[in-house]
């Protein structure tokens, strides 16, 4: 009869629930491992070939000229670039590649208040120089997103 105890014990912990804690073994530090580089010229072309695919996709750094020469706008706007409430305004859109020269084959007008505007703004395009965008290190083909706006001064 000593015997039913011991077993109804050993019955109950073998059919519990919680599982059976085991301690880990401790392991000591490592120091971190470093990893090589990938082949930049292997993931360099894989991101290019990515930009071209989807011109607007998201990188480190946009292209952006490396001078606003020759200027876009003219500083005295002509009266007929304004629109009926004397707003001018423009916004384009251009592939800039890997080099930093604008493609004027993708050259897109989004929006302007006048082609006198267009023209302008196309012809300073064509001539600036950029910083291509950037992706790990990477220059890759990114389309360059740039506006202007401006209020017709009230006569006094």
Do not use: H
């Not at 500083?75 to 604008?102: F, M, Q």
């Amino acid at each position: 009869m000593r015997r039913t105890p011991l077993l109804l014990l050993a019955a109950t912990a073998a059919c519990s629930s919680a599982p059976a804690v085991i301690p880990e073994p401790v392991v000591p530090a490592e120091k971190p491992v470093q990893l090589a580089p990938p082949d930049s010229a292997l993931a360099c072309s894989e991101w290019v070939r990515r930009a071209v695919a989807s011109p607007d996709m998201d990188v480190e750094k946009v292209p952006e000229p490396l001078a606003y020469v020759p200027a876009p706008i003219p500083k005295r706007l002509p009266a007929n670039v304004y629109d009926k409430s004397g707003r001018a305004e423009i916004k384009v859109k251009v592939l800039v590649d890997t080099l930093g020269k604008a493609d004027m084959n993708t050259f897109t007008v989004v929006t302007t208040t006048s082609p006198r505007l267009t023209t302008s703004v196309k012809a300073a395009v064509a001539k600036w120089s950029f910083r291509p965008a950037e992706i790990w290190g990477c220059k890759v083909p990114r389309n360059f997103n740039w506006g202007a706006a401006a209020t017709k001064a009230k006569s006094r």
